[in-house]
């Protein structure tokens, strides 16, 4: 049954909040409600917890929340902490930009929490086992919304009926909540597709500076991976190339021909061939985002994570601002928001919808730096290069961010001004 939150609504009674989506979103989410004296059902469609993808990096902007969380020492064991990051030239190997994470510290010292490489699979289980299964509904997928009055109502195809007085949706790129709160799917085919894995370390003899998080750039595509796990002893990769043109599967992937994910890459360093080459690819994953959208809300329904703004993966910030996403929330309502959700959903949207927009702006022109062609010519590349030297200058400000700061710091001026 339904858990019962400590937190009152405008009615009085406990407040009832139903989490869509058991992923990385919904369950941080169930986990910062429950530190802040609140609880929430969260509701996924599968049978049992399984990420989909490799791995994820998680920058300081999520990592500071997770440690808030009591889950630093978790997370740590399953780790990796880069040494550098590394902008190469995809065909020469040569470094082209490069800046210290774990080597002297650099990157905690910056930003006051760590940088880690983790297994999709292992962060779940950080999560959950941090949630220890309180309020986790699996096998539920959402059927219908509506809302009558103040209240939502929920229909999943399991045949269970269930009420809430709010409902989040964490429920991915095609999020039925977002189909209900936008009238329409939102969602569009990138231009860009990806090939990945995570290959055991003894299978790349030629890959340099092994624990290091890198980026090899060239025409049309480029590559990135880092180490990940407690012993650094796997690497994900994640393999970007321009096309198909269209996507006319209704899933994320596609089956390839033999050898076609090598095409984008010919010509390129055997570090990257040797990785492409690792494991068997049959498939390519298209790169899917959401377009802006104008609101995140409609009456007691509001979005997280890639149901508000799925992004390209270029600054490695999907999971991080979901995380984001998650304690804003979190914050709003324990600080009273129960007591007014309309005006709650409407501050979280006012906090969180700039941010996400320019991240998703700037992982666009990333995209184009990193597929420079060779045809824009010497000066053109060297400009590239040098923005890959300002990189902590640049993109500092995503990675500085704290979640729970900025809620107080609102909160604060929402009380100035009352």
Do not use: C
């Not at 599968?46 to 990096?57: K, Q, R, S």
């Not at 597709?193 to 750039?217: E, Y």
């Not at 076609?260 to 985002?289: K, Y």
């Amino acid at each position: 049954m339904p858990s019962t939150s400590s937190a009152q609504s405008s009615s009085g009674r406990a407040l009832r909040v139903a989490v869509i989506g058991g992923g990385i979103g919904g369950l941080t989410l169930g986990l910062a409600l429950r530190r802040r004296g609140l609880t929430a059902d969260i509701y996924e469609q599968a049978a049992e917890l399984a990420e989909i993808g490799a791995a994820v990096a998680l920058s300081a902007n999520a990592t500071r929340e997770l440690e808030r969380l009591g889950l630093g020492p978790a997370l740590d064991a399953v780790s990796t902490e880069p040494t550098e990051l590394i902008f190469r030239d995809g065909r020469s190997g040569a470094r082209v930009a490069a800046h210290p994470v774990r080597d002297g510290g650099a990157y905690r010292t910056r930003f006051g929490a760590p940088y880690y490489g983790v297994h999709r699979a292992d962060l779940q289980k950080v999560l959950s086992g941090g949630l220890a299964g309180a309020g986790l509904h699996l096998g539920h997928r959402l059927a219908a919304l509506d809302q009558r009055g103040d209240v939502m109502m929920l229909a999943f195809e399991n045949g269970a009926e269930v009420e809430a007085d709010l409902v989040i949706g964490g429920d991915g790129v095609r999020s039925p909540v977002r189909r209900w709160i936008t009238g329409g799917e939102k969602v569009r085919y990138s231009g860009t597709s990806a090939f990945r894995g995570v290959v055991p370390m003894g299978l790349l003899p030629s890959l340099p500076d092994r624990q290091a998080i890198q980026f090899w750039m060239g025409p049309d595509a480029h590559l990135l991976h880092y180490a990940i796990g407690g012993e650094a002893d796997s690497v994900n990769f994640f393999a970007v190339v321009e096309g198909p043109g269209t996507w006319t599967s209704e899933r994320w992937l596609a089956g390839i021909a033999p050898g076609e994910h090598r095409a984008g890459f010919s010509g390129w360093h055997p570090a990257v061939i040797e990785m492409l080459d690792a494991l068997p690819q049959t498939q390519r994953w298209g790169l899917f985002v959401t377009d802006p959208l104008r609101r995140w809300h409609r009456g007691r329904a509001v979005l997280m994570g890639d149901s508000a703004h799925a992004m390209l993966p270029h600054h490695g910030q999907g999971a991080n601002t979901t995380i984001e996403d998650a304690v804003t929330l979190a914050e709003l309502l324990a600080a009273g928001g129960a007591r007014d959700l309309d005006r709650t959903v409407r501050r979280y949207q006012d906090l969180r919808q700039a941010r996400t927009r320019t991240i998703q702006r700037s992982a666009w022109a990333t995209n184009r730096l990193l597929h420079l062609p060779d045809s824009v010519g010497p000066g053109a590349l060297a400009r590239r290069d040098a923005r890959m030297a300002r990189f902590p200058e640049d993109f500092g400000w995503i990675h500085a961010f704290d979640a729970r700061a900025v809620v107080g710091k609102a909160a604060a001026e929402d009380s100035r001004a009352a």
